[in-house]
């Protein structure tokens, strides 16, 4: 998937309570507010009943700052490497819950693997 193909960019998710459409979710081609709009049982059409607005940002520039402070040796946020383990064993179950179709729970074990 190339994320700079087109000056417009979005994303569906469609769920069986819901929607989601989320504007530019890859890199916006200038700085505007990137949206996400949610719909439920309730939303006709792609008619939104709830609207998230982002100001514009430049993440690159806030991922440079950030290293730029880490080697300065000034406190910068971390998180360890249990986040992205427990991060994956829910990617993992999702994509187990869809491979058998049904509900894959997550356990500690499985977090900690």
Known sequence: MATESTT???VHVLGDRG?????????HPQPTRCHIYIGD???VGNFHCQEI??????????????????????SVATWP???????MAVIDALFESARYRQWTPITKTSINA
Not at 19 to 27: K, Q, S
């Open 41 to 43: 049982a309730s939303s």
């Open 53 to 74: 607005a982002f100001d514009p940002i430049n993440q690159y520039m806030l991922q440079a700052d950030r290293f730029s402070l880490a080697i300065q040796d000034r």
């Open 8 to 10: 417009y960019q979005h």
């Open 81 to 87: 490497l249990e986040n992205a383990a427990a991060n």
């Open 19 to 27: 929607w989601i459409r989320v504007e530019f979710p890859f890199a």
